[in-house]
């Protein structure tokens, strides 16, 4: 089974460039960058909720 963490990476103060980040970490002394999700909005909270992400500002 995969370990998937996720964070977000902001653009601020400017709006553009901001991402959400997933990671596999199975092995938390190596993790490696499975996908970068460019998103329009800055994002300051992740919340997964029954298979949903949720981000807030």
Do not use: Q, W
């Amino acid at each position: 089974m995969k370990r998937v963490a996720e964070t977000s990476e902001s653009g601020f103060p400017k709006p553009s460039g901001s991402s959400i980040l997933l990671f596999d970490a199975s092995d938390p002394h190596n993790p490696e960058m499975i996908d970068r999700l460019k998103i329009h909005i800055n994002c300051s909270n992740l919340l997964g909720y029954k298979g949903e992400m949720f981000c807030t500002m």
